[in-house]
DNA sequence: CGCCGTCTGGACAACGTTGTCAAGAGTGAC
DNA sequence: GTCACTCTTGACAACGTTGTCCAGACGGCG
C-alpha cells in the first residue's frame, strides 16, 4: 500500500478533493470537473481521476457543496404525527415530488404542539432547506416571515396559515362533512351527534360547520350536548360518545371528525346494545370488513401531498404568482354503516 | 430605516454574522460566541448583539457551521415505503430518539428497490449524515464499507445486512411464524398454507422456515402447492390464496406472511363461502372489529425503531463494542380467526 | 515558420462558520 | 506606581467545495 493510499483507512477522516489531486497527479478543479460531470477533460485524466476517487473511497461532501452554491437541495416536511396513518401517504407523495426534482426530504413531527412546530421549522431553515411543506399546529406564523423574505418557499397542507400569506393546500371540510350529515339525515336521522378534534385546529373548526349547516339546511335543531371537540385520545372520545348515546333522548347517528375518533367510537358501537349509524370523516384500511362496512367521507391524502409539493417546487423555480389558495374536494362512500335507519 | 437594516429586505440574501458583527459594531467571534451562548461576552455587549440579530433577522447557516465542525446533527433512516402503516410507529420511535440527542431525521423510502435504496443511502452519506438506519431492500450492502470505515454509524433494522458486519436489530420473525402456525395446528388444522413476500426478503424466508419448523414439529406434510412467495400485489396474492382454497384438498388454514398480504387474504375470505381459519404476521389497527377478529402475530414496531436508534446513537458516542443484533421478540395475539376449526 | 483559436488544466478566492491565539482593558496586591 | 493576573474582544486561518480567470499545449492555416 503505498503512502498516499493509507488515508483510506485512516478511521473518521475522509479524502477530499485535494487528496483525489494529488493522488491522480492533477489539480483540485480537474477533480471538481470530473466528480460533476462537467466537460472539458480528456478521456485519460478523467480515468485517473476516477481510479484515485475510487481507491480512495472519496465521497464528495455536500456540506461544502451547498455552502457554495447556496441551494441545499432538501425540503422539510413538518407534521403532526409520523404514525399516524393518514400522514402516510402524503409524506410519501411529498417524499415522490422531491426525488423527482432531485431533492431530499427531511421531516419531523410537531406532535401538535405549536412550539414545537416553530423550533422544527426553524431548525429546518437553519439548515437552509430550499422549502417548506408545513401540516401547521400552531395559528401564527409570522416568526415564518424574515424565512419566507428570505427565500424560503413555504406550502401549508391540511390546514391554512396563521397571519401570514402563503400558499395553502386543503381539503374540503367544510363540503365533506355538509355531505356527511345530509347523508344521515336522508337516511331518517334527526338526532346526530358530532365527535370532533379540538376547536383550535381548523379542520375540527370547519367539518362542525359543515355539521351545523347540514342540520340547519335540514331544518333541524341541534342539541349543543350532541357536540363534542377535544383531544382524540380514545378515553375523552369514548366519554363523550358513551354521554351521548345514553342521554334520555339519545343521538341515532353520529358523525366522527377525523380517522382517530372513528376508529374509537366503531369500538364503543361494537359494545352497544343498539344499532347506530355512524358516518367517519377519513377512509381507512378494512373500512369495507367491519360489520357494518363503514361510511366515510374519503380525503385524497396523497393529492393533498401532491398538490403541495408540486406547488413548493413551483415556487422554487422562481414563480411569481401570488400565493394560493387550493381545496381537493373529498368523496362519501356509503358502506352501510351510515345507512342504518334510526332505531 | 438606517442604510443597515436595508439589508433585511434584500430578498434572497441572508445576513451573516458579518453583517450582525457590523451592525452590531463588535467582531465577528463575539457574535458567534452569543449565538452558541458562549461565556465571555459581558450583558452589553450581548444585548447589542441580539438587537442586531432581530433587526436583521439573523439565522446562523447550519452547512457553515457543519463544513467547519464535521457533525451535522442529523440521521438518516432509509425503509421501504413511507405509506406503509408498519413503519410509522418506527419512523416516529426513531424520530424521537433523535430529537432526544438533537439530531434531525432525514428520509426516503427504497421501494423495495435495492438499486433506489444504495442511491438514496449514498446521497445521505454525501449529506454526512451522522448515522444510518437502514431497512435493507438488498443484500449486499459492500458499498457501505467505505463509509462506515469513514465512520458513518450505521444500524439495520428489520433485515439483516448483506455480506458487512453491522448491528442489526431484528423481530423474530421465525419464532413468531412457527407460534402462529403451531397455534393453528391446535386447534386441529392440518393443511394450512403460507403466504408471503418475495423470496429475496430476508424476513419472508424467516417466516417461511417458522412455517416449515412448525409443521415438522407436528409430524405434517407440507405440499408444496401450500407455499407461495411472491410480491405483496393484492392481485397475486389474491390469485395464491384462490388456488389454494379451490385445490381438491383445499386448505382450512392460512397464515400470511405480512400485513399488506394478510388484508387481501381478509377480503377473499370475506367472499368465501367456507370459513377459514387465518393467523397474520403484524398487527394492524381495527383487526379486533373484524367478524370473527383477525388473530395476529405483533411485532412492536415502535420498540424496533427505539432500539435501533438507541444503538445508533451510543454507536455516535464512540463505543468500540462489536457489532450486535438484537432480536425482538413478537406476541401471539388470539382473536378468533386463528381459532376456527376446520371446516 | 509563425500566428491564432481552441481545448485542457490549475491557481486562487469565496461561501459562513468556529477554533486558536494574542492583544488590550481592567483589577488587585505589593 | 508597577507588576501579574483575569476577563473581554477580535484577527485570522481553516473546513471542502465551486466559479473565475489565466496559462500553456496543441492543431490548423496562411
Redo the contacts between chains.
Keep these: 500500500m503505498t503512502d498516499t493510499a493509507r488515508s483510506?483507512?485512516r478511521?473518521?477522516?475522509?479524502p477530499t478533493m485535494k487528496d483525489v489531486a494529488a493522488r491522480a497527479g492533477v489539480g483540485l478543479k480537474t477533480v471538481s470537473r470530473v466528480v460533476n460531470g462537467e466537460p472539458g477533460v480528456t478521456p485519460d485524466t478523467e480515468r485517473r481521476v476516477q481510479e484515485a476517487i475510487t481507491a480512495l473511497?472519496f465521497?464528495?461532501?455536500?456540506?461544502?457543496r451547498?455552502?457554495r452554491k447556496g441551494r441545499?437541495a432538501?425540503i422539510g416536511l413538518v407534521l403532526e404525527?409520523?404514525?399516524?396513518?393518514f400522514y402516510?401517504?402524503l409524506?410519501?407523495a411529498v417524499?415522490e415530488v422531491a426525488?423527482d426534482h432531485g431533492a431530499?426530504?427531511?421531516?419531523?413531527?410537531s406532535a401538535e404542539d405549536p412550539e414545537r412546530e416553530q423550533e422544527l421549522v426553524?431548525?429546518?431553515?437553519?439548515?437552509?432547506v430550499d422549502g417548506l411543506v408545513i401540516i401547521p399546529a400552531g395559528d401564527d406564523h409570522r416568526y415564518l416571515q424574515?424565512?419566507i423574505?428570505?427565500?424560503v418557499a413555504t406550502v401549508f397542507v391540511d390546514r391554512p396559515a396563521g397571519e401570514i400569506d402563503a400558499d395553502v393546500v386543503l381539503s374540503d371540510s367544510f363540503g365533506g362533512a355538509r355531505d356527511a350529515v345530509a347523508h344521515l339525515i336522508a337516511h331518517g336521522h334527526r338526532r346526530i351527534g358530532f365527535i370532533g378534534d379540538q376547536p383550535r385546529i381548523h379542520t375540527a373548526i370547519e367539518r362542525l360547520r359543515g355539521y351545523r349547516t347540514a342540520m340547519a339546511e335540514a331544518g333541524l335543531p341541534v342539541d349543543e350536548s350532541w357536540v363534542a371537540l377535544g383531544p382524540t385520545a380514545p378515553e375523552r372520545v369514548r366519554t363523550a360518545a358513551e354521554a351521548m348515546l345514553s342521554a334520555p333522548e339519545p343521538v341515532t347517528a353520529l358523525f366522527s371528525g377525523n380517522n382517530r375518533v372513528t376508529?374509537t367510537v366503531?369500538?364503543v358501537l361494537?359494545g352497544h346494545p343498539r344499532p347506530v349509524a355512524l358516518v367517519g370523516f377519513d377512509d381507512?384500511?378494512?373500512a369495507d370488513?367491519?360489520?357494518p362496512g363503514i361510511t366515510v367521507v374519503a380525503q385524497d391524502a396523497?393529492l393533498l401531498g401532491r398538490t403541495a409539493a408540486t406547488l413548493l417546487f413551483r415556487r422554487l423555480e422562481g414563480t411569481d404568482e401570488p400565493p394560493q389558495q387550493r381545496v381537493i374536494p373529498t368523496r362519501l362512500i356509503p358502506r352501510g354503516s351510515g345507512e342504518l335507519p334510526p332505531a
Tied chains: 1, 2.
Design positions: 483510506t483507512t478511521y473518521g477522516t475522509r473511497g465521497r464528495r461532501n455536500d456540506s461544502a451547498v455552502l441545499t432538501s404525527d409520523l404514525a399516524d396513518p402516510g401517504p409524506n410519501r417524499e426525488r431530499l426530504l427531511i421531516n419531523g413531527s426553524l431548525a429546518l431553515c437553519a439548515r437552509r424574515p424565512e423574505a428570505a427565500g376508529v366503531v369500538r361494537a381507512f384500511e378494512l370488513l367491519i360489520t396523497a
